[in-house]
């Protein structure tokens, strides 16, 4: 048990179609983060949200990213026109409640074809 | 521009004996230091961590050390088990903003019986 839920596992989608990540923490945290790690490097910050707003954005998150924090409890990553540099593994992630660190899903593993 | 440095990609070690994974850094802005290790296919787990303010940090068999002046931490594993078998990322983060996580390429270790 991570304290987030990511669905789907893993998802193939052609190059141009759209796709929809989407992230639950088990327990509400202000805080919610995504980050996206691709083959032989660390996860690397996408966004973050504080609670619904989304406050920062990386230059990695191109026009064709679009994130949201609903209620500001799960959130969505959606790709449009997927191109297959977006191949990665899609990680959530929040801080731990009452503990150090950060906890993180199992990451949704994107393969664009 | 690779703020947190992990130079040794692999590292192989007998079980029983100690692991030791470095990590540097240039941003002197980090001070808060996190170690996570990772399963092909899972999301990152949240090892240990240790703030600015400390020079060590025990939890079991891991150990975290930093040296705040030459910009480097390391983990130490000790006793090694195969279980231990994994990639283990090194994270930095400055405390307040988004508290983002800036991570290292990793270091994957293997534990031999």
């Known amino acids: 048990d991570t304290g987030v839920s990511q669905d789907p596992r893993h998802k193939i989608t052609k190059r141009g179609q759209n796709v929809t990540f989407r992230c639950d923490p088990i327990?509400?945290?202000?805080?919610l983060y995504w980050y996206r790690q691709t083959l032989g490097q660390g996860p690397e910050f996408l966004t973050y949200?504080?609670?619904?707003?989304?406050?920062?954005k990386s230059r990695l998150l191109s026009d064709r990213f679009s994130a949201e924090r609903p209620k500001g409890s799960f959130s969505t990553l959606e790709i449009q026109r997927t191109e297959q540099g977006d191949s990665a593994m899609y990680l959530c992630a929040t801080p731990w409640k009452g503990r150090d660190g950060y906890t993180f899903g199992s990451g949704t593993r994107l393969t664009v074809v | 521009d690779q703020q947190v440095k992990q130079n040794s990609p692999s590292l192989s070690v007998q079980e029983g004996r100690i692991s030791i994974l470095n990590c540097d850094y240039t941003n002197s802005m980090f001070d808060y230091f996190l170690w996570y290790k990772k399963y092909p296919a899972e999301g990152p787990t949240f090892l240990i961590s240790?703030?600015?303010?400390?020079d060590k940090n025990e939890d079991g068999r891991f150990t975290v050390f930093l040296n705040k002046s030459a910009k480097h931490l390391s983990l130490h594993i000790v006793p090694s088990q195969p279980g231990d078998s994994a990639v283990y990322f090194c994270?930095?983060?400055?405390?307040?903003?988004?508290?983002?996580?800036?991570f290292g390429k990793g270091t994957k270790l293997t534990v031999n019986p």
């Open positions: 327990s509400e945290h202000n805080r």
């Open positions: 949200f504080q609670n619904e707003a989304q406050l920062e």
């Open positions: 994270a930095a983060t400055p405390q307040g903003g988004s508290e983002k996580l800036v």
């Open positions: 240790i703030s600015s303010i400390k």
